[in-house]
């Protein structure tokens, strides 16, 4: 008997079927979640700092958004990727979500903080089973890189200055 059957699909977390069979982009992913669920936390939480918190955690997920695609563009684009147009515009298309809801709530509009985390779940969800489904096989361990998002963001060279 599946004690599942009837009820909705939990969207909020993360679950093996969304493996796209990229460690690091996987672990990526499960970030997203975290951060997800740190943006709901603050935001149901009563801390005198709230507001402070919320901003942190907003640029820290546009941070991370920035480094996780570039990641994956770099990769795909390496690699040849023939859908690589389309999978930037839908990248492109969420970090201006993400920027506008960053920018109304650093002028004041602290409302659009509550639609983050449901924002954030509901579209990695959405984003890896439509599209990041689609380079599943061509992307591998062997050709993405899996160093730290900071490196890759700040254009880090293998080597460290001394």
Known sequence: MDLNAGKPERTDM???DL????DIIDEDHQAFF???KL???????????????IETAINILEEYVAGHFLREET???????????EHIAAH???????HQ???????G?????????????????????????????????????DRPLAYLIGGGDDEIDE
Do not use: C
Request: glycine fraction near 4%.
């Open 39 to 53: 943006l709901h936390d603050v935001m149901e939480s009563s801390d005198k700092n709230q507001d402070a918190l």
């Open 109 to 145: 509009h602290k409302e659009v903080a509550a639609t983050i985390s449901d924002l954030v779940t509901r579209w990695i969800v959405g984003h890896i089973r439509t599209m990041d489904m689609q380079y599943h096989g061509i992307l591998t361990n062997d050709n993405v890189d």
């Open 34 to 36: 975290r951060l997800a």
């Open 14 to 16: 993360w679950t093996n």
């Open 92 to 98: 492109d298309a969420f970090t201006a979500r993400a």
């Open 19 to 22: 493996s796209v069979g990229v």
């Open 75 to 85: 990769a795909m684009a390496a690699a040849g990727y023939p859908f690589l147009t």
């Open 101 to 107: 809801i960053a920018l109304d709530y650093k002028n």
